[in-house]
């Protein structure tokens, strides 16, 4: 940093900012800050000299006073340099990972934990072979840079108690980026996180995969880096001369066998799928029978029941000549209808089915996932289990109506219809008798 240029850069990086932000009313980039800074720094000092390059200014001055607390830059947002995949109901949800994101970022909702992918390329392959839905896993990419968007997120997570777990290439530098999200740093003061497990190769899977370690040239800088992570116990001592000069990436595993590391090792740390408790699966199971309304089934049903009868009876009064007296049904139906007494209303009979349909138990739902590794259990309680509760309660409904229904007094609805039914009849042969008159008279 060169200080002469910051020094002057604070005398007008206060107007700079109420410029940008139009006094506030607006969120601004760096980028934007920068053009505007220039411009009010040039017409002040003109023989100054001001940063070659935006680069140098964002990390020189910017980040410079960011860290150090001299300079808030209310209203600025950082470049969306890392990614999120959230865990759905269905399927994962992916979108930047910025300052906005991260600072709204309420933890993960369907996932059981946080992991953290150092790079772009891992990043994607996770997403489009679908392992946060596999792992129950929100993951976020940070590009291969401890940025503060990705910092916040995982704070939040950690203040909710989500397990966090940090991917990474087994060499110097991921190992270095763990321990930057771990540790509070003097760039990034006040941002960091305590409990984050390291989720990278280990010497251990190496030799039991067959992997080949690849050689590489390493800094002066970047062995004494690795001797801070020795002393600091994020490296074991028995490590350090075979990372001095070699390094292993995951791109040396397949997908496959990418996968399988990842949940042989979640396993071992009891952080597989999430597996619900009775009294969730009770609950999310009642939830879903509760979108359904049982009582109008029950109630047409009841209707359809009643009419029914009614046919039966009028079949029997009427024989073939029901087929000519279309008001039968409803007229004299009317009549014999108060004697067809349900003991139970719609709505009674419809929870007594409900409540007869039992609910999954965790041991089923856990073989299901078994068996189907992608889905969410919530999914399968209520989209699964739940929809063939939903005929097994229709179809109790229908039994239950049948039971009522069988109470009717069929001989006191028989009394009731007769009179209308040989009014009818006698109507009938009435005008049958008439036609058959005329007919005899051509």
């Known amino acids: 940093m060169r200080p002469k240029i910051a020094g002057l850069v604070d005398t007008i990086i206060d107007e700079a900012i109420a410029k940008v932000s139009s006094s506030g009313r607006y969120e601004y980039r760096k980028r934007n800050l920068f053009y505007v800074a220039r411009d009010l720094f040039q017409a002040k000092y003109p023989d100054a000299g001001w940063y070659e390059t935006y680069n140098g200014f964002a990390s ?26 959230r865990r759905g109901y269905e399927k994962c949800e992916e979108a930047p990972l910025g300052d ?13 934990k946080l992991i953290i992918v150092e790079k772009m390329g891992h990043f994607e392959l996770m ?3 679908r392992f946060p839905e596999r792992l129950d896993a929100d993951l976020i990419c940070s590009q291969g840079i401890g940025t503060r968007a990705v910092r916040r997120a995982a704070i939040q997570a950690e203040r909710q108690e989500i397990p966090m777990l940090y991917v990474h290439d087994y060499d110097i530098a991921g190992l270095e980026m763990l321990d930057t999200v771990k540790e509070e740093s003097r760039r990034v003061k006040g941002m960091f996180v305590k409990a984050m497990t390291d989720l990278a190769l280990n010497r251990k899977q190496i030799d039991a995969l067959g992997l080949r370690w690849e050689s590489v040239e390493q800094s002066r800088n970047r062995i004494a880096k690795l001797r801070r992570l020795v002393k600091k116990g994020a490296v074991p001592p028995e490590e350090q001369d075979m990372l001095k000069g070699h390094r292993v990436e995951l791109d040396a595993l397949t997908p496959e066998q990418f996968l399988k590391l990842l949940e042989d090792t979640l ?3 009891d952080m597989g799928k999430t597996i619900p408790t009775e009294e969730q699966i009770e609950d999310a199971f009642r939830d879903r029978l509760g ?12 209707q359809s029941r009643i009419e029914s009868e009614a046919a039966k009876v009028a079949s029997h009064l009427l024989g073939g000549v029901r087929t000519l007296v279309h008001n039968f049904d409803s007229d004299c139906w009317i009549q014999a ?5 349900w003991t139970r209303d719609a709505n009674e009979l419809a929870n007594d ?13 856990e073989d299901w996932l078994g068996r189907n590794p992608f889905d969410y259990w919530e999914y399968v309680v209520r989209e699964v289990f739940g929809t063939r509760a939903i005929e097994d309660v229709d179809g109790l409904i229908l ?6 229904a069988s109470r009717f007094p069929i001989g006191e609805i028989m009394e009731v219809m007769k009179p209308q039914a040989i009014n009818i009849l006698r109507k009938v042969v009435e005008a049958a008798t008439e036609k058959l008159v005329e007919l005899e008279a051509e």
Do not use: W
């Open 60 to 85: 020189d001055y910017v980040n410079n006073r960011l860290n150090s607390g001299t300079v808030s830059f209310a209203g600025m947002l950082s470049e969306d340099r890392g990614r999120q995949a």
């Open 353 to 365: 089915a409900r409540d007869e349909v039992l609910s999954p138990e965790a041991s089923e739902i």
């Open 399 to 404: 039994d239950k109506v049948n039971e009522e």
């Open 337 to 341: 209808r108060p004697r067809c007494r």
């Open 127 to 129: 997403v489009t072979n």
């Open 100 to 112: 906005r994101e991260s600072a709204q970022y309420p933890g993960p909702d369907k996932a059981n």
């Open 291 to 302: 979108d359904e309304d049982f009582e109008t089934n029950a109630s047409k049903e009841m």
């Open 267 to 269: 396993r071992e740390l």
